[in-house]
C-alpha cells in the first residue's frame, strides 16, 4: 500500500524561485493537511482540505498557496521561495475529524539558498 | 495562545521503563495523540486518548487527565529502537492539531 506520497524527497531552491512540492494519498481520504516543520520545533500547519474543491489557511499560510481539485492529491506551491521557508515539508491525510489518525508522507527537505 | 508543553529531551537505560509527559492549554480539547518520530523519517500514530484514564497498547500507554490538560506517554521493557522523537498533539476546538515540540528519547545500553 502506496499511502502518502511526497515528491520530491529532497530540493535546493535559489531566493525567488517557485516551485510545486506534491502530495497523493490512495486511501480516499477527505481531509489532507500540510505541515512544515523546523528543528526543535512542533509541526506548523500551512494549509488544509476538508475535501476536493475546498481549501482553507492553517498557522503559517503566508507564502504558500494549495488547491485540491480531485480527493487523491493536495500540491503545495511556493511562488517566490525565501530562505525562511527552508524547511522540512509534510503532507497527511485522514478520513475523519474523531479520533483516527493522520497519516504522513516521507517529507520533502527544501533548502532556500 | 495555544500551547504544548513536553521536556526537550530523555535519557533512559535499555530494559528500563521511561514516562513522557505532555501539558497542555488549548481552545478546546478533541482528543490527544502521542506520535513517534525517528530521525529523518515521518511521524507514526502511537495512541490516542479522548477520555481520561490509561489506555495500554503492548509496550506502550498512554494516560489523560483533561481536568489537568496532562498525558504522559509510558514504554516499557524499552530497546533501542525506541530511540526516536515523541510528539504530543492535541486536537482543538476547531479539530486542527497542535503540535509539541517533541521530546527527545536516547536509550542506552
Known amino acids: 500500500n502506496a499511502g502518502v506520497t511526497q515528491t520530491p524527497k529532497f530540493r535546493i531552491l535559489k531566493i525567488g524561485q517557485s516551485m510545486t512540492l506534491q502530495c497523493t494519498q490512495d486511501?480516499?481520504?477527505?481531509?489532507m493537511y500540510w505541515y512544515r516543520q523546523d528543528p526543535g520545533m512542533g509541526l506548523k500547519l500551512i494549509y488544509y482540505?476538508?475535501?476536493?474543491?475546498?481549501?482553507d489557511k492553517g498557522e503559517v499560510p503566508n507564502g504558500y498557496n494549495v488547491s485540491r481539485s480531485t480527493t487523491e492529491d493536495f500540491p503545495l506551491r511556493l511562488e517566490l521561495a525565501a530562505p525562511s521557508q527552508t524547511s522540512v515539508y509534510f503532507c497527511?491525510?485522514?478520513?475523519?475529524?474523531?479520533?483516527?489518525?493522520?497519516?504522513f508522507g516521507d517529507g520533502t527537505r527544501l533548502s532556500i539558498l | 495562545g495555544q500551547n504544548i508543553d513536553q521536556p526537550t529531551e530523555m535519557t533512559a537505560t535499555e530494559g528500563a521503563i521511561v514516562q513522557i509527559n505532555c501539558t497542555y492549554q488549548?481552545?478546546?480539547?478533541?482528543?490527544l495523540f502521542w506520535y513517534q518520530q525517528h530521525a529523518g523519517e515521518a511521524p507514526t500514530f502511537l495512541s490516542y486518548?479522548?477520555l481520561d484514564g490509561l489506555e495500554e497498547k503492548g509496550r506502550f500507554s498512554s494516560f489523560l487527565s483533561r481536568s489537568k490538560g496532562y498525558s504522559y506517554l509510558l514504554l516499557k521493557e524499552l530497546q533501542m529502537k525506541d530511540s526516536a522523537s515523541y510528539l504530543c498533539?492535541?486536537?482543538?476546538?476547531?479539530?486542527?492539531?497542535?503540535w509539541g515540540a517533541g521530546t527527545k528519547l536516547i536509550i542506552k545500553p
Open positions: 497527511a491525510s485522514t478520513n475523519t475529524e474523531g479520533g483516527q489518525p493522520q497519516h
Open positions: 486511501m480516499n481520504h477527505n481531509y
Open positions: 482540505s476538508v475535501g476536493a474543491g475546498i481549501t
Open positions: 488549548t481552545s478546546g480539547f478533541n482528543g
Open positions: 486518548n479522548v
Open positions: 498533539a492535541v486536537k482543538d476546538s476547531n479539530y486542527q492539531l497542535i
